[in-house]
C-alpha cells in the first residue's frame, strides 16, 4: 500500500460541475501540498496545509489530521481546469523530503 | 519576480553518459529540491539543499548526486547514465528555513532528459 493515495486515478466532467478529489495517507505528517500539472509538466502549488480548510478562488482545500485524509474541491469547474492533480506529504520525521500520490487526470468538458 | 529557471529544458544523452542540470530559484529562497518524474514511478523526491547543504534524501542510487552554491543556484549531476533516467527532473524552491524544514513549493519548467 503506498503511504499517499489519491482518488479517483481519473475523472471527467461537465463544465460547471463541482469536482471533489480525495488524498489519503499513512503516516504523520507535518505538511501537505496540492499541486498541479499541465500538459508539457509545469507544476504550480494550490496548497499548502497542515490543517483546516484554505479557499483560493474556486479552489478549496480540506485536511482532516485525525483522520487523514484531504480534500480538494473545484466549484464551477471550467475546462481549463483540465489538468493532474497531485497530492504530497511531508511526513513528520521526514523533514522536507515529500512523499507523491500518483495524481487524478481530470478533464472538463465543454 | 523571476521564477525558478531550469536549465537545459531538453537533452538527449547516451547511456554511460554524465549530466548536469541546474536550477536557479527565486531570489531569497535558500531552499532548492529536486524531484524525477516518470510515467512508471510518478514523482519522487531526490534531494534537498539549503544554505550549501544536502539536509535531506531520496532513495536513489550515489550516481546521483547534487550541490548548492552560495548563491542558491543548484545543479544536480548524474553519471554513468542508464536508460531509465530517462525522465522530467524538476526542481523547486522555497522559503524554507533552518528551522522548519518545508515551505510553499515554487517549481521550475522542468529538464527532460532522453538517454538512448
Known amino acids: 500500500k503506498n503511504e499517499v493515495e489519491q482518488s479517483p486515478q481519473n475523472l471527467t466532467a461537465q463544465e460547471g460541475e463541482f469536482i471533489t478529489i480525495n488524498c489519503s495517507y499513512s503516516?504523520?505528517?507535518?505538511?501537505l501540498h496540492w499541486l498541479q500539472q499541465h500538459p508539457g509538466g509545469g507544476i504550480v502549488s494550490l496548497f499548502m496545509l497542515s490543517s483546516g480548510k484554505k479557499k483560493h478562488g474556486r479552489l478549496i482545500a480540506t485536511i482532516n489530521i485525525q483522520e487523514k485524509h484531504s480534500s480538494l474541491h473545484i466549484t464551477a469547474s471550467h475546462p481549463r481546469d483540465s489538468a493532474v492533480y497531485i497530492c504530497a506529504v511531508v511526513g513528520r520525521t521526514s523533514g522536507s523530503r515529500l512523499t507523491f500520490g500518483e495524481g487524478t487526470q481530470l478533464t472538463v468538458n465543454p | 519576480k523571476a521564477g525558478v529557471t531550469q536549465t537545459p529544458r531538453y537533452l538527449i544523452k547516451t547511456r554511460g553518459q554524465q549530466v548536469t542540470l541546474s536550477c536557479s530559484p527565486i531570489?531569497?529562497?535558500?531552499?532548492v529540491s529536486w524531484y524525477q518524474q516518470t510515467p512508471g514511478q510518478g514523482l519522487q523526491f531526490l534531494f534537498e539543499y539549503f544554505s550549501e547543504t544536502q539536509r535531506n534524501k531520496g532513495n536513489f542510487p550515489g550516481r546521483f548526486s547534487g550541490r548548492q552554491f552560495s548563491n542558491s543556484r543548484s545543479e544536480m549531476n548524474v553519471s554513468t547514465l542508464e536508460l531509465g533516467d530517462s525522465a522530467l527532473y524538476l526542481c523547486a524552491s522555497s522559503l524554507a528555513t533552518s528551522g522548519v524544514q518545508y515551505g510553499e513549493l515554487f517549481f521550475g519548467e522542468g529538464s527532460r532528459l532522453t538517454v538512448l
Open positions: 531570489s531569497g529562497h535558500r531552499s
Open positions: 503516516v504523520g505528517i507535518s505538511a
